[in-house]
């Protein structure tokens, strides 16, 4: 009887949705920007976080040897003698050194920049990368700055990077949007909720007759609000679909066609699909508070008691 | 059991007075005629009744309850125990008789298998049984009036206020409509009916307020309209 009863409220929720149809599609299409640049926000914050989270696991710092520099002193596969990359171990916070050739090097380039065979041969003689070790830090140090500084003093070493510096630049330039584009959030989430409380004030206004016989046979308000809050809420929903199944269906390309490295190094731990599948749910959850406290609004307001 | 005690209300601020200081007291069971001309304060001492307005100040009593001190919140409450009936029967067009009536016992939460039994009761007493498929504009006035008041007492009001229920009725139906009212009143409703048919007032005698410019001018017992008196 409940359910029935529900069924029956959803029905006539709808037939409200379609009488103001316009309106009606404004206020679910605000919802949707709304949510679309909400999920925009989402996902990359996400990202961002788990680039950070990965950076700091997984970064190694790679110290650049001088093409100058004496030979001996680097690491020597027959000897296993290594007094550079020894200098380099008893530096505070370092937990292993590598050493990495300049033909290994290259190799890896030239794979992750796709196998170019005619590159390949062009180069094969001048050959332009330098040996390198790779260093990585004692587990919680995060003091890549330090550490990559003294390196660069020790004699014999080129230079010392940690590669971050694009996806630093990537963290700041999401930070400066990301207050730009709460403001935009908030603006548009205001104006969906705007949309919504004129849609439901519509649907009022053309129920007056049966709200008015509703009251006079002793409806209670609550009784009188469901369906007009259950409209708030439906066009809310409607307005989540999209949002979310584009996320979800974007955001799964995104991951599929990275899976090799493509946009960015495959080092960096993407945000999983489990947390974007959560996003998604998180759209549905907005949408609805949305409609919600949009219909509230014209509720309160023309439904006084 | 009806009681107004120093009734004042007022409108926009105090900048009209609709009723001044009205004090009266209907019994159990009465069938009351409120008359009097256009503007004086009749809708409004019915609105006190179903607590659709407020008293500005004294007290509205209606079965020893204190009308005017019910919270909004419990106004529907109360309404469950008052019939209302109005001149435009206030019937909602896309339902059938059926669905009309039994619309006031779903919206109070009653379980279906009692609305059933007690809407083709109802029509029965209202003489409409076979109408209960029928729309609204397909019925006629007088019908549709039955159909209001039918859904006025399916809840066993103790009182039944109307306001002008055969303001759009010709004289045929208006004598079918007071004749199921005083079948209502006879089975102990209390009635409280506006109206402006002199004609009625004179025919189906029953206790007669006069409201004039807000005040009580007369309160005659069966005694219908007092042409010497008569102003409008
Ligand atoms: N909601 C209202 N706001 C302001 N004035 C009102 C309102 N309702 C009624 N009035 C005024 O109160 C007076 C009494 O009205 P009413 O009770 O409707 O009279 P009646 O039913 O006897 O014609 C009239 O002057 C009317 O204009
Ligand atoms: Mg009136």
């Given at each position: 009887m409940?359910?029935?009863?529900l069924?029956?409220?959803?029905k006539s ?5 379609f ?11 605000a ?10 926000f989402?996902?990359?914050?996400l990202?961002v ?6 950076i700091?696991?997984?970064i ?12 001996t ?21 370092v937990?292993t050194?590598?050493?990495v ?6 190799d ?7 196998d ?7 180069l ?12 990585t830090?004692e587990?919680g140090n ?6 990559s500084?003294?390196?660069?003093g ?5 230079s010392?990077?940690y590669?971050?510096?694009g996806?630093?630049r ?10 730009v ?8 989430i205001?104006?969906?909720?705007f ?7 519509l ?7 049966e ?8 409806a ?7 369906p007009?809050?259950?409209?708030g ?6 307005g989540?679909i999209?949002p ?16 090799n ?6 080092a960096?731990?993407f ?12 759209l ?5 508070i ?5 219909s509230?609004?014209?509720?309160s307001?023309y439904l006084?008691? | ?7 004042t ?9 609709a009723?001044?200081?009205?004090s009266l007291?209907?019994g ?6 409120v ?18 307005e407020k008293a500005?100040s ?16 419990k106004?529907?409450?109360y309404?469950r125990h ?5 001149q435009?029967?206030k ?8 669905e009309n ?16 039994k007690?809407v ?9 049984e076979?109408k209960?498929k029928?729309?609204p504009h397909e019925?006629?006035?007088g ?9 006025a007492?399916i ?9 002008e229920?055969t ?10 409509i ?5 079948e209502i009143?006879?089975?102990?409703t209390?009635?409280v ?8 007032v004179?025919t ?6 006069t409201?004039?410019s807000g ?8 005694g ?7 102003t409008?």
């Amino acid at each position: 009887m409940i359910i029935s009863k529900l069924g029956r409220h959803i029905k006539s929720a709808f037939v409200g949705i379609f009488r103001n149809f316009w309106m009606s599609f404004s206020a679910t299409t605000a919802v949707a920007v709304t949510l679309l640049l909400v999920s925009l926000f989402t996902v990359l914050s996400l990202n961002v976080s788990s680039f950070m989270t990965s950076i700091e696991q997984n970064i190694t710092i790679r110290a650049m040897v001088d093409d100058n520099y004496d030979a001996t002193q680097i690491y020597d596969e027959k000897t296993k003698k290594d007094p550079l990359g020894d200098k380099l171990r008893a530096l505070s916070g370092v937990q292993t050194v590598e050493f990495v050739s300049k033909e290994e090097e290259f190799d890896r380039y030239v794979k992750l920049t796709g196998d170019n065979a005619s590159m390949y041969e062009r180069l094969k003689d001048k050959n332009p990368m330098s040996n390198i070790y790779k260093v990585t830090l004692e587990d919680g140090n995060s003091d890549y700055d330090a550490v990559s500084k003294a390196i660069e003093g020790i004699e014999g070493i080129k230079s010392a990077n940690y590669g971050t510096g694009g996806i630093h630049r990537l963290v700041d330039i999401f930070n400066q949007m990301s207050s730009v584009m709460l403001f935009f959030m908030a603006t548009l989430i205001l104006l969906a909720i705007f949309l919504i409380s004129n849609t439901i004030k519509l649907t009022i206004y053309n129920r007056k007759t049966e709200i008015q016989i509703m009251r006079l046979v002793g409806a209670s308000n609550g009784y009188i609000r469901f369906p007009f809050i259950l409209e708030g809420i439906i066009i809310g929903v409607l307005g989540a679909i999209i949002p979310a199944v584009l996320t979800v269906v974007v955001y799964g390309k995104i991951l599929e066609t990275n899976e090799n490295g493509f946009f960015i190094s495959s080092a960096l731990q993407f945000a999983s699909m489990s947390e974007i599948n959560m996003v998604a749910g998180l759209l549905f959850a907005i949408g609805a508070i949305v409609g919600m406290i949009g219909s509230l609004i014209s509720v309160s307001r023309y439904l006084k008691a | 059991m009806i009681k107004f005690t120093n009734v004042t209300k007022m409108y926009r601020k105090g900048r009209v007075h609709a009723l001044n200081n009205v004090s009266l007291f209907i019994g159990k069971g009465e069938f009351v005629y409120v008359i009097g001309p256009t503007g004086a304060g009749k809708s409004t001492f019915i609105k006190l009744l179903y607590r659709e307005e407020k008293a500005t100040s004294g007290t509205v009593e209606v079965n020893n309850i204190k009308v005017n001190k019910i919270s909004n919140r419990k106004v529907p409450f109360y309404r469950r125990h008052i019939g209302v009936i109005f001149q435009d029967f206030k019937l909602l067009p896309k339902k059938t008789v059926y669905e009309n009536i039994a619309f006031t016992l779903e919206v109070i939460g009653k379980h279906p298998s009692l609305i059933r039994k007690q809407v083709l009761n109802v029509l029965q007493l209202v003489g409409l049984e076979d109408k209960a498929k029928a729309f609204p504009h397909e019925l006629s006035g007088g019908q549709q009036q039955r159909v209001a008041i039918a859904r006025a007492i399916i809840n066993d009001p103790a009182v039944v206020i109307a306001d002008e229920p055969t303001g759009n009725l010709d004289p045929e139906s208006s004598k079918e409509i007071m004749n199921l009212l005083e079948e209502i009143s006879r089975r102990g409703t209390t009635i409280v009916m506006v109206t402006h048919d002199r004609q009625m007032v004179n025919t189906y005698k029953h206790r007669t307020i006069t409201i004039e410019s807000g005040y009580i001018s007369h309160d005659t017992m069966g005694g219908g309209y007092n042409d010497n008196l008569q102003t409008w």
